[in-house]
């Protein structure tokens, strides 16, 4: 059975990714089972500075999901390229490094410098809902995007351009292809939809930053359907990402035209989700009769005709 | 790419277990005390650590809620106090015996020991007996304790506390049991000497008075703490708290804290 996909010239031993943020940069997994189970990791979010994060509290859980406002507290680039990247190194899987710029000199500097540090490939945060700069600044426009995408492909030589979408824009097929034309080799969406938390009794919102992301089985039909959309405007491969907790989720997203899939809120659940998720998929297509997964992607039969 | 790293796989789930509920009763109305049987043999718990624990078996709600150790028999098997407060608790309030629980742990750091003459006074404020619990069991008569809850009706397993032969010193917001006044008050009236170690857990007002207390005598001690949180196992960076060195995650970097570096 075959499991791996590409994603431009990066193979992939499976679709399984794990989503940024919910993963840190591998460490505290990695003592629950081998990395190299997964087809790769999308590490916590890189600033070119340290970043403290939002004050507490942080994660409130929601009817199926969960809100976050960490507010992208990371090590910043130096210590990333030093301590974090030589880590997952050691395992036999992908590694991506989610990049947040809070210009777009920024970004292409940030980039550049994972470029050369070999990671595999860099996932441009453009869609983070919680931080005041940057973030979803630029995914808001698709004119700004793509000259942002345009300026860091020029920087980036051998690592794959992922850039990372959100579903808190009024059309995400316009910014996809924004994406696509600006130079990116694939995209992943979505990105957590903002959402708010009210204490009734003490009349304040519950997360400290008022707002925050939400994630987790709750938004998997949002993620599906902007999936599905996505991939029928761009040529480029999309890794969907959005409430993926079991195998069946992951075949689902890949049949909405996915090519690689991300497991997010999922590893907070059960440290253990994603290998469980690969596990899932090739028991489906044993069941199924599929010998390459790839069969799958795009595999989604509409029957009425006006679709 | 290198080869996969075989070694790390080693302690592969190590921490992460199911366990079927053996006991779930009422011990003061809106405190529960959960026993569970761990298949497979999970590292034993330190003082202080914590596990997260599935609510329910089903997948609501979503995220396990974090409880500290609160005993262990010889046979392994663990239990936990709580307090009924929200969804995941109440759910979990409702789960009968041979129910299989998902559960991760033991987590996070625990509390070092007195080091030779220091003395421990352990303060204790309403459910926040659940973390000190194991230290009145392992200083029994050295111990002196403060516990101190809303009401008598807060001052859950004060029998269990005073069994461990500690002394004892109680008191409460309305005055139904012992002194009418906080765990602070308490100190004050006690005036423990130099040489004391505070292990405190309680409400977030009284851990701020215990580290205020705590600077203005020049006394050495930790606190645990308590913050919402995601994984428990310190990758969502859900759980911080400032410290005097910058956010710390409660899940990794504590729950247990020095005083002195708490705000």
Redesign the interface.
């Known amino acids: 059975m075959n499991l791996s996909v590409s994603i431009g010239k990066l193979k992939l031993k499976n679709p399984v990714l794990v989503a940024s943020?919910?993963?840190?940069y591998g460490?505290?997994?990695?003592?629950?089972?081998?990395?190299?189970r997964i087809g790769g990791v999308m590490m916590?979010g890189i600033s070119l500075k340290p970043r403290?994060?939002n004050?507490?509290?942080?994660?409130?859980?929601t009817?199926?999901?969960?809100l976050?406002a960490?507010g992208l507290?990371n090590v910043g680039l130096n210590k990333f390229i030093k301590e974090k990247l030589p880590f997952i190194?050691?395992?036999?899987?992908a590694a991506i490094a989610n990049v947040l710029g809070n210009t777009p000199a920024e970004y292409v500097r940030i980039s550049r410098q994972l470029d050369e540090a070999g990671v595999d490939a860099i996932e441009l945060n453009v869609s983070c809902p919680n931080v005041k700069k940057g973030g979803i600044a630029f995914c808001a426009d698709p004119r700004t995007l793509g000259r942002l995408v345009g300026k860091v492909r020029e920087a980036v030589r051998n690592a794959v351009l992922i850039v990372k979408l959100s579903p808190n824009v009024t059309d995400i097929r316009s910014v996809a292809r924004a994406a696509e034309e600006g130079g990116a080799d694939a995209v992943s969406l979505i990105n957590t939809l903002t959402g708010m938390a009210i204490d009734a009794r003490t009349r304040r919102p519950v997360l400290a930053n008022v707002t925050g992301g939400l994630s987790?089985?709750a938004i998997k039909p949002i993620a599906l359907r902007m999936v599905h959309e996505v991939c029928k405007e761009v040529k480029i491969p999309v890794i969907g990402m959005g409430g993926i907790?079991t195998g069946l989720d992951a075949v689902e997203f890949m049949l909405a035209g996915a090519t690689a899939v991300a497991v997010g809120?999922a590893?907070?659940?059960?440290?253990?989700a994603a290998p469980a998720v690969v596990d899932g998929i090739e028991e489906f297509m044993r069941a199924e009769g599929l010998e390459d997964v790839s069969e799958l992607i795009g595999g989604l039969l509409i029957d009425n005709p006006d679709h | 790419?290198?080869?996969?790293?075989?070694h790390?796989?080693a302690?592969?789930?190590?921490?992460?277990f199911r366990a079927a509920l053996t006991g779930n009763f009422e011990v003061s109305p809106g405190y529960r005390l959960l026993s569970l049987r761990p298949e497979g043999s999970p590292p034993a718990p330190k003082p202080g650590q914590f596990y997260m624990v599935a609510s329910g078996p089903g997948?609501?709600?979503?995220?396990?809620r974090p409880f500290c150790y609160f005993d262990s028999t010889g046979d392994g098997d663990l239990s936990m106090l709580y307090k009924v407060q929200g969804?995941?608790t109440r759910m979990l309030a409702a789960m009968p015996d041979g129910v299989i629980l998902?559960v991760?742990g033991p987590l996070g750091n625990s509390y070092p020991m007195p080091k030779k003459g220091q003395r421990p006074i352990i303060v204790a404020g309403g459910i926040g007996i659940a973390s000190v619990m194991p230290l009145i069991k392992k200083f029994g008569p050295e111990a002196r304790v403060v516990f101190g809850a809303r009401s008598q009706e807060d001052m859950v397993m004060r029998r269990e506390v005073s069994g461990f032969l500690c002394e004892l010193h109680g008191c409460t917001d309305d005055g139904t049991l012992g002194l009418q006044g906080t765990v602070v008050d308490m100190l004050h009236e006690l005036a423990p000497e130099d040489d004391s170690l505070i292990y405190a857990c309680g409400p977030k007002p009284m851990t701020r008075a215990v580290v205020e207390y705590a600077a203005q005598k020049r006394l050495k001690g930790y606190a645990s703490l308590e913050?919402?949180?995601?994984?428990g196992?310190?990758?969502?960076?859900?759980?911080?708290?400032?410290t005097k060195k910058?956010?710390r995650r409660v899940c990794?970097e504590g729950p247990v804290f020095k005083l002195e570096d708490l705000i």
Do not use: H, W
Request: include cysteine.
């Open positions: 943020g919910t993963f840190g460490e505290e997994f990695s003592e629950f089972y081998d990395l190299g916590k403290e994060g004050p507490p509290p942080r994660v409130y859980e009817p199926c999901g969960m976050n960490i507290q190194r050691q395992f036999d899987t987790g089985p907790a809120t590893n907070f659940v059960s440290p253990g | 790419m290198p080869a996969a790293s075989g790390r796989t302690s592969m789930s190590a921490r992460s997948p609501e709600p979503l995220l396990k969804k995941g998902d991760l913050e919402y949180m995601a994984c196992i310190g990758a969502c960076m859900g759980c911080v708290v400032m910058g956010y990794k």
